[in-house]
């Protein structure tokens, strides 16, 4: 019998200690590389969280990364959805996103929710549908278009277990670059390369004429140059790829076209159907809650025709307010699903609570 010393039986406690870590640390591994091949998960936020601090470039905190869950996964009915971030834009809320409000009312709606007075944050929310027949992409989020702390679509997919390339249906809302600005790549190339995609024949007509007149938008010129430029760019893209709907159509089975226009002359809202089950997508009939919803007759600069878009806002509300219905507002904070409550003149958004186990 080997007759080890103290010191000599610590070390070997010690390497013994090692191995067992090392081994748990590659059972973790391999499981979750499991979880990322066998299809999407079954939960949300531990599996992907991992992968999303891989792709970001900026790990420099002392938890590794510095940014938060970028997916949240439901379902409607038998449909397996994800909501995707593109990321977030703070910017200052006048003029463009309350021009005909008083500063004053403005800073108060701010105030009243605990947000800083001279800043707004959107959110930029995609939404991914597997509805067993259709892997639907809605919206491409924005690309190049819109800066750096934007365009995370299609890595945040793809980290999730959904490479763009699986893709086959893109629908679009309507043809602003927060929509439409990832349908190319940087280097120009199809970021969903094997997807048809469809948008309403309004915006199409809208966007692709050779004279768009955004007289009536309170932004500036040079942006208003920019989102057409984006619009040619990107729609002329897809002309070989595209299928035009009219509102009340069903584009895929599930889903079917919501006229919501005002905003822009095509927007389109879509109504999501499983079993007994219901989703509205609002695309950006309305942006956030200080505003639109405490506010609904206040403008955005963004809307084409406001006194429409107001009329459309009001209409889609107290629909959703009467018949209660989950609903996606694509600016919305992350994961943007909540339903609404109509309070006298103005509206509530209640956030759906958040769950670990994915359910209907
Ligand atoms: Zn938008």
Same mark, same amino acid.
């Given at each position: 019998?080997?007759?080890?010393?103290?010191?000599?039986?610590?070390?070997?406690?010690?390497?013994?200690?090692?191995?067992?870590?090392?081994?748990?640390?590659?059972?973790?591994?391999?499981?979750?590389?499991?979880?990322?091949?066998?299809?999407?998960?079954?939960?949300?936020?531990?599996?992907?969280?991992?992968?999303?601090? !891989?792709?970001?470039?900026?790990?420099?905190?002392?938890?590794?990364?510095?940014?938060?869950?970028?997916?949240?996964?439901?379902?409607?009915?038998?449909?397996? @959805?994800?909501?995707?971030?593109?990321?977030?834009?703070?910017?200052?809320?006048?003029?463009?996103?309350?021009?005909?409000?008083?500063?004053?009312?403005?800073?108060?709606?701010?105030?009243?929710?605990?947000?800083?007075?001279?800043?707004?944050?959107?959110?930029?929310?995609?939404?991914?549908?597997?509805?067993?027949?259709?892997?639907?992409?809605?919206?491409?989020?924005?690309?190049?278009?819109?800066?750096?702390?934007?365009?995370?679509?299609?890595?945040?997919?793809?980290?999730?277990?959904?490479?763009?390339?699986?893709?086959?249906?893109?629908?679009?809302?309507?043809?602003?670059?927060?929509?439409?600005?990832?349908?190319?790549?940087?280097?120009?190339?199809?970021?969903?390369?094997?997807?048809?995609?469809?948008?309403?024949?309004?915006?199409?007509?809208?966007?692709?004429?050779?004279?768009?007149?955004?007289?009536?938008?309170?932004?500036?010129?040079?942006?208003?140059?920019?989102?057409?430029?984006? !619009?040619?760019?990107?729609?002329?893209?897809?002309?070989?790829?595209?299928?035009?709907?009219?509102?009340?159509?069903?584009?895929?089975?599930?889903?079917?076209?919501?006229?919501?226009?005002?905003?822009?002359?095509?927007?389109?809202?879509?109504?999501?159907?499983?079993?007994?089950?219901?989703?509205?997508? !609002?695309?950006?009939?309305?942006?956030?809650?200080?505003?639109?919803?405490?506010?609904?007759?206040?403008?955005?600069?963004?809307?084409?025709?406001?006194?429409?878009?107001?009329?459309?806002?009001?209409?889609?509300?107290?629909?959703?307010?009467?018949?209660?219905?989950?609903?996606?507002?694509?600016?919305?904070?992350?994961?943007?699903?909540?339903?609404?409550?109509?309070?006298?003149?103005?509206?509530?958004?209640?956030?759906?609570?958040?769950?670990?186990?994915? @359910?209907?």
């Amino acid at each position: 019998m080997m007759n080890f010393s103290k010191p000599f039986k610590q070390v070997i406690v010690l390497i013994l200690v090692a191995c067992a870590v090392i081994a748990s640390s590659i059972g973790v591994t391999l499981s979750s590389t499991e979880a990322q091949t066998s299809g999407l998960s079954t939960t949300n936020s531990t599996p992907h969280s991992a992968t999303n601090s !891989a792709i970001n470039s900026t790990n420099n905190s002392a938890t590794g990364s510095t940014t938060n869950a970028a997916v949240y996964r439901f379902k409607v009915g038998a449909i397996d @959805a994800l909501v995707v971030s593109d990321g977030s834009l703070t910017t200052p809320p006048l003029p463009n996103y309350a021009p005909t409000a008083e500063p004053a009312e403005v800073e108060q709606a701010l105030r009243e929710r605990f947000l800083p007075a001279d800043q707004l944050t959107l959110y930029f929310n995609a939404l991914y549908l597997d509805t067993g027949r259709n892997k639907i992409l809605i919206d491409t989020g924005s690309g190049r278009e819109l800066g750096p702390t934007l365009g995370r679509l299609a890595a945040n997919l793809r980290a999730a277990g959904v490479p763009p390339e699986t893709i086959d249906t893109v629908i679009l809302t309507h043809a602003h670059p927060d929509h439409i600005g990832g349908i190319l790549t940087a280097y120009g190339r199809l970021a969903y390369p094997n997807a048809r995609y469809y948008i309403s024949k309004a915006e199409w007509a809208f966007w692709t004429a050779a004279n768009v007149s955004l007289a009536s938008l309170k932004i500036s010129e040079g942006f208003k140059q920019a989102m057409v430029a984006a !619009a040619h760019r990107h729609l002329s893209a897809i002309r070989e790829r595209v299928t035009l709907f009219q509102p009340g159509q069903e584009i895929v089975p599930g889903i079917q076209a919501v006229d919501a226009a005002g905003h822009t002359p095509g927007q389109t809202a879509l109504l999501i159907s499983s079993g007994q089950s219901r989703l509205i997508h !609002a695309a950006d009939v309305f942006f956030n809650e200080a505003f639109d919803l405490e506010h609904p007759d206040w403008q955005t600069g963004f809307d084409l025709d406001p006194a429409q878009a107001a009329a459309t806002r009001r209409q889609l509300l107290n629909q959703v307010a009467l018949n209660p219905m989950l609903v996606l507002a694509y600016h919305m904070p992350f994961p943007a699903l909540g339903h609404i409550r109509a309070r006298g003149e103005r509206y509530e958004w209640e956030p759906t609570l958040w769950q670990f186990e994915v @359910a209907d």
